[in-house]
Nanobody, 114 residues
């Protein structure tokens, strides 16, 4: 059973930056993919970025060039550096990890003001 704990959300002005962290515990050696999704009110959950165990990354078009995902395998932690934030980035951000099943964190709110 994998447990995920997110941190780093908050309120920031447009153009600002935030860094999200997600620490994994339990069965971490079997995790082959970690990443971030987000869900705004009234909208479906959408992919933000993923990183595989060998460091390959995928980004949503809407965040390319602004967000960077990274993974510290020694700390079993995945990070999402978010720069040049826009009001449309406002969402609850969820960390997830895939072994065979997918596990989700509890979510962290990111609010970008104009």
């Amino acid at each position: 059973q994998v447990q995920l704990v997110e941190s780093g959300g908050g309120l920031v002005q447009a153009g600002g930056s935030l860094r999200l962290s997600c620490a994994a515990s339990g069965g971490i050696s079997r995790i082959n993919l970690m990443g971030w999704y987000r869900q705004a009110p009234g909208k479906q959950r959408e992919l933000v970025a993923t990183v595989t165990s060998d460091g390959s990354t995928v980004y949503a078009d809407s965040v390319k060039g602004r967000f960077t995902i990274s993974r510290d395998s020694a700390k079993s932690t995945v990070y999402l550096q978010m720069n040049s934030l826009k009001p449309e980035d406002t969402s609850v951000y969820y960390c997830y990890a895939r072994v065979v099943l997918v596990y989700w964190g509890q979510g962290t709110q990111v609010t970008v003001s104009t």
